[in-house]
């Protein structure tokens, strides 16, 4: 009686380690993408900048994360294409600094600092037009809630 009481030990045992080890692969796996992602959320940032360039209010909006873009509507009382025209978000230049936290982006330019997000359609804007205060938030002319 006790033999295959071992024998169904050793199998959740077995079947840990092995857990473990795919487990232990994902994440090593997901390191390698990290380059990447650095990449698409630094891309998805002259994207806004380009827009912004380009005064595109569709574009704009379109690369807002739906929170902002609905803060944004909600606060000017107007669609995102008629709100975001009157923000005051400055063009930022080159980029200096990507800084990744796990599907947050903090993309550091020479004139203005953006946040981003990873969705599932890409890195969408979640703050722009952001200011760093020493020992407090980032002061952001467009932010979600």
């Known amino acids: ?35 990447e992602r650095r990449s698409d959320a630094e891309r998805a940032a002259t994207g806004f900048e380009r827009l912004l360039r380009a005064d595109d209010p569709k574009g704009l909006c379109t690369a807002l994360a739906p ?3 609905g803060e944004l509507e909600e606060s000017e009382r107007a669609s995102c294409e008629k709100a975001i025209s009157s923000q005051e978000i400055p063009l930022g230049g080159t980029t200096h600094r990507v800084d990744l936290y796990g599907r947050q982006a903090r993309i550091v330019l020479a ?3 953006l946040f ?7 890195w969408k804007v979640v703050a722009a037009g952001c200011t760093p205060r020493p020992g407090r938030p980032y002061q952001c002319t467009l932010q979600g809630g």
Do not use: Q, W, Y
């Not at 024998?7 to 795919?22: E, F, G, Q, W, Y």
């Not at 981003?116 to 890409?122: E, Q």
């Open 1 to 35: 009686m006790r033999e295959p009481h071992r024998n169904r030990m050793r199998k959740p045992h077995r079947i840990s380690t092995l857990t473990l080890l795919a487990l232990l692969g994902l994440v090593l796996s997901g390191c390698a993408s990290v380059g």
């Open 67 to 69: 929170e902002t873009r």
């Open 111 to 113: 004139g203005d600092t």
């Open 116 to 122: 981003l997000s990873l969705f599932p359609d890409g």
